[in-house]
């Protein structure tokens, strides 16, 4: 399915409980993104891996040195410790280490071993060709490796599930809109009702707040209403 395809799913929906609306495209891929989210975590929690291929998507990210003193228990090593310019967006699973997969582009794809910053100073003792990656806290990868090479990388993949998957296209430098969103048609059933139930609530809360205001003005006892 296209990115156009799922906000005309979701028109079509609307259009087909006679809803007149203006919600806008935008917002119509935010909530379709919010309920993604939710569908595929609890599928993946009930179904670990599958459908995993149709839902994984590949973002490439740039890579820049960083200064050591920034990790002041390495400053007695030769270490390299490179960053992704660019912050890693969020991912759908419940281990993060375990939900995503980087690797290098010129060595060969070679796979990053991915971790928990708490186990850095652990990695002083690795082989010698041995690459650390972990999350920080800025939401950027950084990349340790006592290697020489590593100083010529300038970019790594990650696979995951992404949560904004027309996100992963803009980081990309992708002028062109989502080729194809990436959600099964089992999982879209699912995903399309719950956005549709959620505009109609919303188309149907003015109409509430209209009776609520009305009911407010509803005769008090004493001949006059709450409002005179």
């Keep these: 399915m296209t990115y156009k395809e799922v906000i005309y799913g979701i028109r079509e929906g609307i259009n087909a409980l006679s809803i007149e609306s203006d919600f806008t495209d935008r917002y119509i891929l935010f909530l379709i993104n919010q309920f993604r989210a939710t569908v595929v975590r609890q599928h993946l929690t009930n179904n670990p ?3 995993r291929n149709q839902l994984t998507q590949t973002l490439f990210l740039e ?12 400053l007695n090593t030769n270490y ?5 310019t660019k912050v890693l967006p969020n991912i759908i699973g419940q281990q993060m280490y375990k939900e995503i997969e980087v690797r290098t582009i010129s060595r060969l794809g070679e796979e990053i071993e991915m971790s928990h910053k708490e186990r850095l100073i652990h990695f002083q003792y690795a082989p010698e060709g041995f690459i650390f990656g972990y999350r920080d806290n800025d939401g950027k990868i950084y990349l340790i490796s006592k290697n020489i090479l590593h100083k010529s990388l300038s970019q790594i993949t990650v696979e995951a599930i992404f949560e904004s998957p027309e996100l992963v296209s803009s980081i990309n430098g992708m002028e062109a809109e989502l080729e194809t969103y ?6 879209w059933t699912v995903v399309k009702d719950m956005v549709i139930q959620q505009l ?3 188309m149907a809360t003015p ?12 005769n008090t006892g004493n001949g006059k209403n709450s409002q005179e």
């Design 49 to 51: 891996g599958e459908y």
């Design 63 to 74: 890579l820049e040195l960083v200064d050591n003193s920034r990790f002041p228990e390495l």
């Design 80 to 84: 390299t410790i490179l960053a992704t």
């Design 182 to 187: 990436p959600i099964t048609f089992g999982l």
């Design 200 to 202: 109609a609530r919303e």
């Design 207 to 218: 109409t509430d707040t209209v009776t609520d205001n009305a009911d407010n003005t509803i």
